[in-house]
């Protein structure tokens, strides 16, 4: 998928999920909050302009985001995204409880939605992680031009392929047709097994 279909999916498929923002005291603190809507500018939410998430939103201008969906632990899909936000206004609205129409059961009467404020995530970094699939799925992107944040472990020239890297992989995803080993990043747990197993100081973290 393109960052457009992670988006999207996550809007769909998930839509509620678990925000995280810094307070005064520089502590976390999250909230639930449902994604109603996404495009080409990134993802649309609704607060009101009462609440402590307003406050520490417009004071970051930035928020962090996680999802999951699944029946259980193995069953389950999450996306997490980081990125900057700004306070839109209420231009959207209409727009948005037209997509999301339980909105009008909270929020009844036009009057009672003057409080609402749209925010948009423009610019961030995600990662799509798959538990449902052996070995399992993750996945990086981007948008709003923000530059991806690369994460995980690397083989170098220093491998003497050994296979010591091999025996402690949990999901079997180091290739071992050549020397260096290569890993297969899109399957990886980033549990550093193989940092920590390397006689030869070979694996590098990113």
């Given at each position: 998928?393109?960052?457009?279909?992670?988006?999207?999916?996550?809007?769909?498929?998930?839509?509620?999920?678990?925000?995280?923002?810094?307070?005064?005291?520089?502590?976390?603190?999250?909230?639930?909050?449902?994604?109603?809507?996404?495009?080409?500018?990134?993802?649309?939410?609704?607060?009101?302009?009462?609440?402590?998430?307003?406050?520490?939103?417009?004071?970051?201008g930035f928020v962090a985001l996680t999802a999951l969906k699944g029946e259980d632990t193995m069953s389950s899909v999450s996306i997490s995204v980081r990125g900057r936000v700004r306070e839109l206004g209420s231009a959207r609205i209409p727009e948005l409880f037209e997509k999301n129409p339980?909105?009008?059961?909270?929020?009844?009467?036009?009057?009672?939605?003057?409080?609402?404020?749209?925010?948009?995530?423009?610019?961030?970094?995600?990662?799509?992680?798959?538990?449902?699939?052996?070995?399992?799925?993750?996945?990086?992107?981007?948008?709003?031009?923000?530059?991806?944040?690369?994460?995980?472990?690397?083989?170098?020239?220093?491998?003497?392929?050994?296979?010591?890297?091999?025996?402690?992989?949990?999901?079997?995803?180091?290739?071992?047709?050549?020397?260096?080993?290569?890993?297969?990043?899109?399957?990886?747990?980033?549990?550093?097994?193989?940092?920590?197993?390397?006689?030869?100081?070979?694996?590098?973290?990113?």
């Amino acid at each position: 998928m393109y960052s457009q279909g992670y988006l999207r999916y996550l809007v769909d498929e998930i839509h509620t999920v678990i925000v995280a923002t810094v307070d005064e005291d520089g502590l976390p603190v999250t909230a639930a909050i449902d994604m109603m809507d996404c495009d080409e500018g990134g993802l649309y939410f609704l607060t009101a302009r009462g609440k402590g998430l307003y406050d520490r939103l417009t004071r970051q201008g930035f928020v962090a985001l996680t999802a999951l969906k699944g029946e259980d632990t193995m069953s389950s899909v999450s996306i997490s995204v980081r990125g900057r936000v700004r306070e839109l206004g209420s231009a959207r609205i209409p727009e948005l409880f037209e997509k999301n129409p339980y909105m009008y059961r909270i929020y009844p009467a036009e009057e009672s939605r003057a409080a609402l404020t749209v925010f948009q995530v423009f610019e961030g970094t995600g990662e799509w992680f798959d538990l449902s699939k052996r070995p399992i799925e993750r996945a990086s992107f981007t948008f709003g031009g923000a530059e991806e944040e690369r994460e995980g472990y690397l083989i170098t020239s220093a491998c003497i392929g050994c296979g010591s890297c091999v025996e402690v992989c949990p999901q079997d995803c180091i290739v071992t047709d050549s020397i260096p080993y290569v890993i297969q990043q899109g399957h990886c747990l980033h549990c550093g097994n193989c940092l920590a197993t390397c006689p030869a100081g070979a694996v590098e973290r990113r």
